[in-house]
């Protein structure tokens, strides 16, 4: 079978903790993965071999971000730069942008957002291959379950999914709205057409016309090169817009006006671009109440929930818990080698009974710490890590992780909260091999939250020696 090459993906940071996070992250989806600690050195290694994409921070010591950016665009125009920003910088990142930068991402960030950033702006580029079929066809099955009232959800999508309607996917996080999103698009006419989905929430409000809407060359002083916008990315296709409630409710207006003309402007054109788009929105927050509160305009609100859609929360799908529970164990317990992984009686009822805050997203993070914890095809109570009076789900940052007793190491009932967390930090890393982007999606916490914790106990194991 021939091998499909990878992309090729140059980090430049000078922050260790933030580069080797890149690195591992992107390393672990498959990409060929060269870091530089500065800017001087990353132009350097620019110069001498070919890449598909720049990752770089802005502020660096000796050659910033923007620096960076400038010679790159005078060495290969066509290679994709993506700028890491801080919160105190969105300034310079908005000029950034117009320097030519593909994408920039706000710190903090999940490493989630991160490889979604970069399959995006590498498929933009024309670096990544469509999906083959067989992978659509395992997108479309996705969503797992046998409660009544989603598989009657489906049906219903299945049906409505063949028109242009819009919709509007509410419910609470990790209850799978991308996923629903999804199963639409693929049981759509539209299915194998563009799908371009927007995280209204992760862009900030000033880059998020730009974004959906583009702009020409010379548009504004730096404006080196065309930026074409998710709308028009999307034309003939499905344009997701997730968590649509966080827009900025003056960008919401001309969203409202390209819904009705179908068509977009972008900055600095001479005529509005035809565009052919059905609308998938999703939003964890109760839009009347936004309406009220006069964030959401109730005229967009009725245009993009012409079709609504009501995704319970794995609480109110009691039949699902467990279903859901032999699916992750199969699946990790694959990766790890497993013959047949189950829970014991006293684990199954601890999931049974307990909450799921975090829905299923928290069931699959539970479920794939337990595996990579636990020894043996049984897992262990002590192994989920929940709460049995519900009082908390697993580690959090920066919360503190659930009062939970530890069989393994034989700690008292009464053992402080900082030491259940750092006994789960460290079980978690020795199951993956000291893998910290690993470790730290299983953990459900940041790659940079987990080194910070690390290195807090570093500290705290010299001072007591």
Avoid at 428 to 436: D, H, I, P, Q, R
Wanted: glycine share 6%; hydrophobic share 40%.
């Amino acid at each position: 079978m021939m091998s499909v090459k990878k992309s090729s993906i140059l980090i430049i940071d000078d922050d260790q903790t933030m580069r080797l996070a890149l690195q591992e992250s992107l390393a672990s989806c498959g990409y060929h993965v060269v870091a530089a600690e500065d800017g001087e050195e990353g132009v350097e290694l620019f110069q001498r071999r070919a890449f598909d994409l720049v990752i770089t921070d802005m502020k660096m010591p000796g050659m910033t971000g923007i620096e960076v950016l400038r010679d790159v665009k005078k060495l290969a125009p066509e290679i994709p730069v993506i700028l890491v920003t801080a919160y105190g910088t969105v300034n310079t990142a908005v000029e950034a942008m117009k320097e030519g930068a593909a994408e920039f991402i706000m710190k903090p960030f999940s490493l989630d957002d991160l490889e979604g950033v970069v399959k995006d702006v590498l498929s933009a580029h024309g670096k990544e291959a469509p999906p083959k079929q067989q992978d659509r066809q395992k997108q479309d099955d996705g969503i797992i379950t046998r409660d009544p009232k989603m598989l009657s959800i489906l049906e219903m999508l299945k049906t409505v999914a063949k028109s242009k309607s819009s919709i509007m996917i509410q419910g609470e996080s990790g209850t799978g709205k991308e996923l629903v999103a999804r199963f639409i698009y693929h049981h759509s006419k539209r299915r194998g057409n563009p799908f371009v989905a927007v995280n209204c929430a992760a862009i900030p409000q000033n880059l998020l016309e730009s974004e959906m809407f583009g702009y020409e060359k010379g548009a504004f002083t730096g404006a080196t090169q065309k930026k074409i916008g998710k709308f028009e990315l999307a034309d003939t296709g499905t344009l997701l817009l997730d968590e649509v409630s966080e827009m900025d409710i003056h960008l919401q207006a001309k969203l409202l006006r390209v819904i009705q003309e179908s068509e977009v402007d972008r900055l600095g054109g001479h005529a509005p671009i035809p565009v052919d788009v059905r609308l998938l929105s999703t939003t964890n927050v109760n839009i009347a109440n936004a309406i009220e509160n006069k964030t959401f305009r109730s005229d967009l609100y009725y245009r993009l929930n012409v079709i609504p859609v009501k995704i319970p929360p794995l609480r109110e799908r009691s039949g699902d818990v467990l279903y859901l529970t032999q699916y992750f164990l199969e699946k990790y317990g694959r990766e790890k080698g497993m013959k047949k992984p189950s829970l014991s009686d006293r684990a199954a009822g601890i999931i049974k009974a307990y909450h799921f805050p975090g829905n299923v997203r928290e069931l699959e993070n539970v479920i794939e710490r337990a595996v990579l914890i636990n020894d043996g095809d049984c897992i262990a109570p002590e192994a989920l890590y929940l709460d049995q009076e519900e009082t908390a789900p697993a580690v959090s940052a920066p919360g503190p992780v659930p009062n939970v007793s530890l069989e393994r190491g034989s700690p008292s009932e009464a053992m402080a909260l900082k030491d259940v967390e750092r006994n789960l930090i460290r079980d978690t890393l020795a199951s993956v091999a000291g893998n910290k982007t690993k470790a730290a999606k299983i953990l459900g916490i940041s790659v940079r939250t987990l080194w910070n914790k690390i290195q807090e106990y570093e500290k705290s194991s010299r001072e007591d020696a």
